[in-house]
């Protein structure tokens, strides 16, 4: 298993900015697709973008398109999303996780997340 730990979350203005980190250790870094999860209040943990094993192919979830950008660097094991323009609807818990990419008709479209994942960072937009 990869263990992974979540960094750089905080409390923000709305259309400030924020990058998050991850850093995996324990089995080869650069053999996982990463992603980005998160998950409100009250809310189920949804997925935020994905990017694969030699960081050429990402995707994202609608609302995020534009402002976020995911990352990695298979030398320091880190994925990263530096996400801009926040808004107060983006306030969550931020998770890292590893697994294996979901292609449709050979474009990357998802992550399916391994069992390995961090313990989060908070991520708070205020209005």
């Known amino acids: 298993q990869v263990q992974l730990v979540e960094s750089g979350g905080g409390l923000v203005q709305a259309g400030g900015s924020l990058r998050l980190s991850c850093v995996a250790s324990?089995?080869?870094?650069?053999?996982?697709?990463m992603g980005w999860y998160r998950q409100a209040p009250g809310k189920e943990r949804e997925f935020v973008a994905t990017?694969?094993?030699?960081?050429?192919?990402?995707y994202y979830v609608d609302s995020v398109k534009g402002r976020f950008t995911i990352s990695r660097d298979n030398a320091k094991n880190t994925v990263y999303l530096p996400m801009n323009s926040l808004k107060p609807e983006d306030t969550a818990i931020y998770y890292c996780a590893a697994g294996r990419e979901v292609r449709t008709l050979g474009l990357l479209t998802g992550l399916l997340p391994s069992d390995s994942w961090g313990q989060g960072t908070q991520v708070t937009v205020s209005s």
């Open positions: 990017i694969n094993w030699s960081g050429g192919n990402t």
């Open positions: 324990g089995r080869t870094f650069s053999g996982y697709a």
